[in-house]
Structure formats: C-alpha cells, structure tokens
Nanobody, 123 residues
C-alpha cells in the first residue's frame, strides 16, 4: 500500500530553519514527481515546491523562492524541504504529495498524500 509519511515540523522563531522529510513506501519512488504543499487555518492548500522523479529539476512558489530548497534521495525513497529564513506567514501544515511522472501546481492532480506535519513560526 502506498504511503507517505512527513516529519520534521515544529516550532521555530522568525528567521530560523527547519528541514522537513517525507518518506515514501509502496510505490516506485523514482517514477514519481514529489511536491510539497501547505495549508494554513482557514486557507486553501497551496503549492510550495516540486521536484521531478530524477531530482534534476525543481520549481517553487514565489513565496518559497530563495528561502526553501526541495531535494530528494531516490536511494532512501525520501524527499526533503529545507526551509530557511522562516517567517510567521510560513506557519501551516505541510504536506508532501506524489504524482506519477511529472509535477503539477494543482493539489487536485496528485495521486498520494501524506498526513502532514505542522510548522509554526513565532514572531
């Protein structure tokens, strides 16, 4: 059974850093594009970053550019999101998602989702 499990969230001060991990099982990881999304209370789930199956290309939402880095280790079936210079507006539940072959920006086009990990940035 396909499963994505996020970890690494927590409470951090403004300007701090966190690294999120998402471990995949039950799927052929190196054939899936991986995305990170986030959802703040009362808001829709929004795209943060994505990486192609090989790890050779990635893309970011404007809010993440220059501060977040997505990467993957296909040998470990894991995708990461390194978040630096965190701001209070980054506070949200962060979710990883898998989509066969290529990434999309829409949350509706992903095949599998993790349960999420909470990131809280204090002012």
């Amino acid at each position: 059974q396909e499963q994505l499990v996020e970890s690494g969230g927590g409470l951090v001060q403004t300007g701090g850093s966190l690294r999120l991990s998402c471990a995949a099982s039950g799927l052929t990881f190196n054939t899936y594009a991986m995305g990170w999304f986030r959802q703040a209370p009362g808001k829709e789930r929004e795209f943060v970053a994505a990486v192609v199956p090989s790890g050779g290309s990635n893309t970011y939402a404007d809010a993440a550019k220059g501060r977040f880095t997505i990467s993957r280790d296909n040998a470990k079936n894991t995708v990461y999101l390194q978040m630096n210079s965190l701001k209070p507006e980054d506070t949200a539940g962060y979710y990883c998602a898998a989509r066969l072959k290529s990434y999309r920006f829409s949350r509706y086009e992903y095949d599998y989702w993790g349960q999420g990990t909470q990131v809280t940035v204090s002012a």
